[in-house]
């Protein structure tokens, strides 16, 4: 192993055009949404309980603690655990104190320094470890890693560095810096434990004093994060950049749909319906409207039955993204070439049996592709929900045209004369029935994976 012996300075970080283009699409996406600020503290404390759970229970993931959302969400509410905690629940709670005490230091206009790293470090380790926030007086190795942290004796003075370089840093895209302080505090290795929580809480630190969102790193990423780290450590800045940046854009989108009023998405409805110039236009503008709100009920009630499955067991969980929905234009394209866009996904659910996933689902949209055997003619220039899946530890793309899977029957959900039409497979005949709720499908997907992929015991 060699030895760290210096910081790389900020001016030595370069990027590829591609995640200069990344930065570029955050910033534009960060603008719009801070023409909106500052929000009411009703929304802004509402926008930091949508995202904080998830993230505290990622942070400890990756670290191999077996933390679960609904713990989380459970201490979150009282921010109290019983007087001899399992270790698990111990830690959730260090972990949202710390996250709270940099939420603060963020509202209180403080900036990065030594203390605040070490204080970070001393709520995640309280009552876990006594040497919490005290910078290390031993060697250490970390295992799989390519390089030595440095010896105790030069921590401080890296850290010096570490700060004098962040300081100067503000030339730098707030998610380059992030990503800076984020590989430093890790690479210096600092404290006895806890250095890849510290880091990826000073992270949104950085993240949140550049106007942006703290984002974590979902533990699902753990693989690539880790990987990304390592890149760094020889000086080539992409990936952990590009995976701050994909994270940050994501949070930005869900933060926009839930700043955004009801009544603000029903005067964009309407306006433009007004705005259509003629009867035809209009018609169709009705139509997609109309189609719209379908397709988002169907894609929230996977959504809804995903969370509360994580919520409800330690055994399965289901990890779900949605994507907005095609605007007008794309889904006119849709409607009547049959041509798709360059993205059309609606949801994608990641399935998980004790910890470990199995399966992954997407559902995105596509014009039905009319067989002999349909119920109508009139299903032509219909815009229909499919689905497609793959394993979860797959190296394949799944297949948008030709899914095939002798476990999973869904394949399209659509809508004709009000009625919902579900279209599933199994051995390999096609059959359509317009009798199943919404809830029936879910029902139904859920289980073929747990039961049929998973091996889950009736």
């Known amino acids: 192993?060699?030895?760290?012996?210096?910081?790389?300075?900020?001016?030595?970080?370069?990027?590829?055009?591609?995640?200069?283009?990344?930065?570029?699409?955050?910033?534009?996406?960060?603008?719009?949404?801070?023409?909106?600020?500052?929000?009411?503290?009703?929304?802004?404390?509402?926008?930091?309980?949508?995202?904080?759970?998830?993230?505290?229970?990622?942070?400890?993931?990756?670290?191999?603690?077996?933390?679960?959302?609904?713990?989380?969400?459970?201490?979150?509410?009282?921010?109290?655990?019983?007087?001899?905690?399992?270790?698990?629940?111990?830690?959730?709670?260090?972990?949202?104190?710390?996250?709270?005490?940099?939420?603060?230091?963020?509202?209180?206009?403080?900036?990065?320094?030594?203390?605040?790293?070490?204080?970070?470090?001393?709520?995640?380790?309280?009552?876990?470890?006594?040497?919490?926030?005290?910078?290390?007086?031993?060697?250490?190795?970390?295992?799989?890693?390519?390089?030595?942290?440095?010896?105790?004796?030069?921590i401080a003075p890296l850290l010096s560095d570490l700060l004098t370089g962040y300081r100067n840093a503000e030339f730098l895209h707030p998610v380059v810096r992030a990503a800076l302080v984020h590989h430093q505090v890790s690479f210096v290795h600092p404290f006895v434990d806890g250095n890849g929580r510290t880091a990826r809480l000073l992270q949104d630190f950085v993240l949140m004093k550049g106007r942006l969102y703290p984002t974590g790193v979902p533990s699902s990423q753990r693989d690539q994060y880790y990987q990304a780290l390592q890149k760094a450590d020889a000086g080539d800045w992409d990936e952990i950049v590009s995976l701050l940046a994909q994270n940050q854009l994501s949070t930005l989108g869900k933060i926009d749909a839930i700043t955004r009023a009801p009544e603000e998405r029903m005067k964009w409805i309407t306006s433009l319906t007004k705005v259509a110039s003629t009867k035809k236009t209009g018609a169709l503008h009705k139509q997609y409207i109309v189609w719209k709100s379908r397709m988002e009920q169907i894609r929230d009630a996977f959504a809804r039955a995903a969370s509360e499955i994580d919520e409800s067991s330690d055994v399965i969980g289901v990890a779900y993204r949605w994507y907005e929905t095609v605007d007008f234009d794309d889904w006119k394209s849709l409607v009547t070439t049959g041509?798709?866009?360059?993205?059309?996904?609606?949801?994608?659910?990641?399935?998980?049996?004790?910890?470990?996933?199995?399966?992954?689902?997407?559902?995105?949209?596509?014009?039905?592709?009319?067989?002999?055997?349909?119920?109508?003619?009139?299903?032509?220039?219909?815009?229909?929900?499919?689905?497609?899946?793959?394993?979860a530890r797959s190296q394949e793309r799944p297949d948008f045209v030709n899914y095939s899977d002798p476990d999973i029957r869904l394949r399209e959900l659509l809508y004709h004369d009000d009625k919902l039409h579900t279209f599933t497979e199994s051995g390999g005949e096609r059959d359509c029935v317009d009798d199943k709720s919404i809830e029936d499908v879910v029902r139904e997907l859920f289980e073929d994976v747990f039961y049929r992929k998973g091996g889950l015991a009736g």
């Open 339 to 391: 041509r798709r866009p360059a993205f059309t996904w609606s949801i994608s659910l990641l399935f998980f049996m004790d910890g470990e996933p199995i399966y992954k689902i997407i559902g995105f949209f596509s014009r039905h592709r009319t067989k002999p055997d349909d119920f109508t003619v009139d299903l032509r220039e219909v815009v229909s929900m499919q689905f497609t899946g793959i394993e």
């Open 1 to 154: 192993m060699t030895p760290l012996n210096r910081i790389q300075a900020p001016k030595e970080i370069t990027l590829s055009g591609d995640v200069v283009a990344l930065l570029q699409q955050v910033d534009e996406n960060a603008e719009r949404l801070n023409e909106r600020r500052p929000f009411s503290r009703e929304t802004e404390l509402e926008v930091r309980r949508a995202f904080l759970p998830d993230r505290v229970t990622a942070t400890l993931n990756i670290e191999g603690i077996a933390a679960t959302r609904r713990q989380t969400l459970a201490i979150m509410d009282a921010m109290v655990i019983s007087q001899n905690p399992a270790k698990e629940d111990q830690e959730i709670l260090n972990a949202l104190k710390a996250d709270e005490f940099v939420y603060n230091q963020y509202e209180y206009g403080a900036d990065l320094d030594a203390l605040m790293i070490r204080e970070v470090n001393r709520l995640l380790l309280h009552t876990l470890k006594t040497e919490g926030g005290e910078f290390r007086r031993v060697q250490v190795e970390i295992s799989g890693a390519s390089f030595q942290p440095p010896a105790p004796t030069d």
